[in-house]
């Protein structure tokens, strides 16, 4: 599946930065055994499916 619709397309390429943040602030968190460590991890799982979708 492709995705066609290319201002989708331009967003899923615009969150990819986005999902590299989070992913440092993810590390960062476990680093330190903070408390928001597995809610950040979930929104990247998230956050990464939907960028899939997106640019397929």
């Known amino acids: ?6 201002a989708a397309r331009g967003l899923g390429e615009a969150l990819k930065p986005l999902l590299e943040s ?5 590390k960062d968190e476990r ?10 991890d979930i929104a990247i799982v ?7 979708i997106l640019t397929e």
Do not use: C, F, V, Y
């Open 46 to 52: 998230n956050l990464d499916s939907a960028i899939d």
């Open 31 to 40: 680093a330190k055994r903070g408390p928001d460590a597995e809610a950040i």
């Open 22 to 26: 989070l992913r440092q602030l993810a």
């Open 1 to 6: 599946m492709t995705m066609k619709n290319a």
